[in-house]
């Protein structure tokens, strides 16, 4: 999607015609009208190669559309529209305008890059005078030609750049019927500001953002390929945003929008003043192929900064609300979250950008201390019960006993106080990540130590098979410390932590894996039974047995 700067020029012509002129920032497009004695005249001048076009008397994608393409002659070809949302526009029933000569003001002032230049009159009394009275104007462009040429029902792609304008007209349109000495007065400038900001290529979240002083507000339309929900927040951060916007489709597959005030990481209750004005898309704003949800609203301009960049949360998710088709819904925590900003007190357009976000300690010491309760002592405790029986003798179960309850406990006690301080709630977080942490640490846990204390009890040096407890103990080790790597990962994302980091862990997790799949082949597992072979035997002296 592209927001375009605003530069509006005033020309004044020789004898009775004067112009008014729209260029973008970058002089991609350019709007000329010049009244005279007869019918004002539009001159569009674009520096795309492909096709270019301009919507009167509209701020929304719908109304009438003139586009122009170089034709097999060497001429322009030109067709009037009739643009409806964000499809191909069709062509009018009726052709309600006529070519005309570029004015000698205007073609004097061609752009340097050279592209696409038609002129034209309306023809339609209504329109014309409807076009001259209304300020407001919608353009795009595309670098790619159409399929014919020559022919004004062809068929052409979506564009590259587009936005909404306005132009001031009515000044030229007086002029050009009161005398020649008549000076048209300048088209004012617009008051509009506009930024806009992607997360990803993929389109995950965007937002494009226009901000009018004039009128006290500020515009914003968010889209996302996720299909759950998305929102949008004023602020750095969870505990410091000053309101939350938070949109998904009801059961009709309409918008549905609810502001609300967030806590750090608990569910954002709703506002008990709603300050938002849910309103169309603007037809400034291309929806990308890959977006499933979209909506846009408006907001008092003081509720974000006019003299520097405002920063902004974001949050995504793909599960949708309890209740869809009620604004107090509640939803699930987001699958993916950022920060960045946007500079809304410029003229013009601009880019926003994302802001580093450090982890906060406390989160950092919580996943520090679950990886080593959930993945370094485990590992290391599973390797010497299975390989190392045979070897270490009764240095075997210490070891293990120390590592899963004094390394994993201990470390299981700590990675929660931690996230506790940080979250200031009981086992807080509204996520799965907190959920199945919950169950790994206060629940599977203990019955794994349990479980642990019965098989070490009822041991028999003389037992000829591994009993069932034994062997449940093993099970649920296993599926545990599957379910607390799954966790980790989850956790990582959670925090958000870098590219580095998240693929960093999946590398030590295949590294650990080879290290017990060569170990499985060299030594083999050993099992604590009474047979031929004395106390301790492998998996191969079982089967053989």
């Known amino acids: 999607m592209n927001w375009i700067g605003l530069v509006v020029l005033s020309v004044v012509g020789s004898g009775m015609a004067s112009t008014v002129s729209y260029c973008t920032g970058g002089t991609e497009f350019c709007l000329h009208v010049t009244g005279g004695t007869g019918a004002a005249v539009y001159t569009v001048q674009s520096s795309a190669g492909g096709w270019t ?214 569910q954002p209750s709703v506002s008990s003043s709603q300050v938002f004005t849910q309103v169309s898309t603007p037809s400034s704003v291309s929806l990308l192929s890959t977006s499933k949800l979209s909506f846009s609203f408006q907001i008092p301009i003081s509720l974000i900064s006019t003299t520097a960049a405002t920063s902004f949360i974001f949050g995504i998710s793909n599960s949708a609300p309890s209740s869809p088709d009620s604004a107090s819904s509640n939803f699930n925590q987001h699958d993916t979250s950022g920060v960045f900003s946007l500079d809304l007190s410029k003229a013009g357009a601009s880019i926003g950008t994302a802001e580093s976000t450090s982890v906060p300690t406390l989160v950092v010491l919580h996943g520090l201390f679950m990886f080593l309760a959930w993945f370094v002592f485990p590992s290391a405790a599973i390797f010497i019960a299975r390989f190392l029986k045979h070897r270490l003798g009764h240095l075997w179960y210490q070891l293990h006993v120390g590592l899963m309850i004094g390394g994993t406990g201990l470390s299981i006690i700590l990675g929660l106080a931690f996230v506790e301080v940080y979250v200031v709630q009981k086992f807080g977080l509204p996520s799965f990540h907190s959920k199945l942490g919950v169950a790994i640490a206060l629940g599977v846990y203990p019955l794994q130590v349990l479980l642990g204390y019965i098989s070490n009890a009822k041991f028999s040096e003389d037992r000829k098979a591994i009993p069932w407890w034994d062997q449940l103990h093993w099970w649920i080790g296993r599926l545990v410390f599957l379910a607390a790597i799954v966790n980790i990962f989850l956790g990582l994302k959670l925090a958000g932590v870098g590219q580095a980091l998240l693929i960093a862990f999946p590398v030590v997790i295949v590294l650990v894996f080879f290290v017990f799949v060569i170990a499985e082949w060299k030594m083999g597992a050993a099992h604590h039974v009474s047979g031929v072979t004395g106390k301790f035997v492998t998996n191969v002296e079982l089967t053989e047995h």
């Open 53 to 266: 076009s301009v919507g009167v008397a509209t701020s929304q994608m719908s109304g009438k559309v003139f586009v122009g393409w170089a034709n097999s002659t060497g001429g322009v070809t030109v067709s009037e529209r009739t643009a409806s949302g964000h499809t191909l526009p069709t062509l009018a029933a009726s052709q309600s305008f006529a070519l005309a000569a570029v004015p000698p003001a205007v073609a004097a002032a061609a752009l340097p890059t050279g592209g696409i230049t038609f002129a034209f009159t309306i023809t339609d009394d209504t329109l014309a005078t409807r076009a001259l009275a209304s300020p407001d104007f919608i353009y795009a462009f595309s670098g790619a030609a159409p399929a014919d040429a020559d022919s004004p029902a062809s068929s052409f792609v979506q564009h590259d750049q587009s936005a909404a304008f306005t132009l001031d007209a009515s000044g030229v349109y007086s002029s050009a019927s009161a005398s020649a000495t008549a000076t048209p007065s300048p088209a004012p400038a617009s008051a509009v500001s506009a930024a806009s900001y992607c997360y990803d290529s993929a389109g995950s979240f965007c937002v494009a953002s226009a901000s009018d002083s004039t009128a006290g507000t500020a515009t914003f339309t968010v889209q996302s390929s996720s299909d759950g929900w998305v929102g949008v927040g004023i602020g750095s951060s969870m505990g410091s945003a000053s309101a939350m916007f938070v949109g998904w489709y009801n059961s009709s597959g309409e918008p549905v929008i609810s502001q609300r005030s967030a806590a750090n990481h608990v």
